[in-house]
């Protein structure tokens, strides 16, 4: 987009260089999002909402009072869309033209400021074959996006490129982090995302596979209000003193980075790998029949068997599992499922069946097979000790019926 010559005001020569890219027919990788145009910073792998400097949206009608649901709605998506893969970013500005007139709309954790810019044409009728051309020359008289750092729009960390090495600088109670050309024993070097869906407001935190000194590390970086104690000070009491709490990750460095902007603190903790999460392994099927009978034993085996009455979740399935499972056994089981959540029956043994079961409900989750499977070892305790009490004698083993289902 620049090709001046700035010979004459160096001052004026943009610290950036961008790529403006059309959406209005494509949608922005990755996503089903088609902003008019987006403005992508250089030096990234590919253009998408993790490389998006400044989203920009036009509109023929123009709005002089509040925006209308929709409008607001529809940029503030494209806003999430950004949060969702920058970790760097603090706020994402959209610029709008609307009508006549252009404003900047700044999005962050505590909701929107909208900005008004002036009028950028005096007839947008006349504009509407040569668009592209009016927004390019639109975004050339919004010098100031092309002249500041990326820290200035919403980066906490400048991001020409794609930071790869980070430094981060603690002194007493607040730290500073920079971008690192190269490695080094202090640096961090980030080897990718872990994936986490990022909401908006509220707590929000980007977990980031790192490298440190060596080894494999974890970087968290949470955005959190002002009024939540820090996350790092928990970590300082269950990992100091005499009072070492086992199983807890042990943490390298931590600091906050933003005290308060707008009502939201942003803190880093660089702790060790802990391995996968335990929903990594989930296999996405309920078993719904889990009763003393079906777990069995061999020597130090356990065994959970009979799945005659399980059931698949395709939601929590990913791609290629469903596609290897219908072509191996000709069926499509998003479809099977639909139709036997329609004819879903109670399953399961009485004794054993947790309360939502009892009365009635036939929609299930992971919360009602451990239910099942506590009432299996109440059975099995009820057996402790020199007199045999016997399950019958337990209250809950008398409750048959959706009426006294709550006794349980």
Known sequence: MVDSDFSRCPDAKPREHFLLENHETNSVAGTLAKPDYVLYYEGYERSDFGSAHVIIEAKLAQFDCNLPVEVLGQIGYYAKCVWEKQFTRTFVPVILLHGTKVDLCLFSRSGYSRVP????????????????????????????????????????????????????????????????????????????????????????????????????????????????????????????????????????????????????????????????????????????????????????????????????????????????????????????????????????????????VLMGYSNRSILDDIESLLYVLLHSISYVGSERSGFSKLEFAKVHNGSHAAMK
């Open 117 to 356: 810019l002036g009028r950028f044409i005096k007839d947008p009728k006349k504009h509407i074959e040569g668009f592209e051309r009016t927004i390019a020359t639109t975004i050339r008289k919004l010098w100031f996006f092309l002249i500041q750092p990326s820290e200035r729009f919403g980066h906490f960390v400048n991001v020409s490129s794609k930071p790869r090495y980070l430094l981060f600088n603690r002194e007493k109670r607040y730290a500073t982090v920079k971008r690192a050309a190269l490695d080094c024993d202090s640096s961090v070097r980030v080897t990718g995302r872990i994936d986490r869906k990022v909401e908006v407001s509220h707590r929000v935190a980007y977990l980031l596979n790192v490298r440190y000194q060596g080894e494999e590390a974890v970087l968290k970086l949470s955005w959190l209000p002002v009024k939540r104690q820090p996350e790092g000070v928990l970590y300082d009491l269950l990992n100091g003193g005499n009072h070492r709490v086992d199983c807890i990750p042990k943490v390298f460095r931590s600091g906050i980075l933003v005290s308060d902007f707008l009502g939201y603190r942003l803190e880093f903790i660089l702790m060790e790998h802990c391995g996968k999460p335990l929903i990594d392994e989930r296999a996405g099927v309920y078993h719904r029949d889990i009763s003393a009978g079906n777990i069995t034993l061999r020597e130090q085996e356990v065994f959970l068997i009979d799945w005659g009455y399980g059931k698949a979740i395709p939601d929590a399935l990913d791609r290629r599992q469903k596609e290897k499972v219908n072509s191996d056994w000709g069926i499509d089981i998003d479809r099977l499922t639909v139709n036997e959540d329609a004819r879903d029956g109670v399953t399961g043994t009485v004794y054993y069946m947790g309360i939502r």
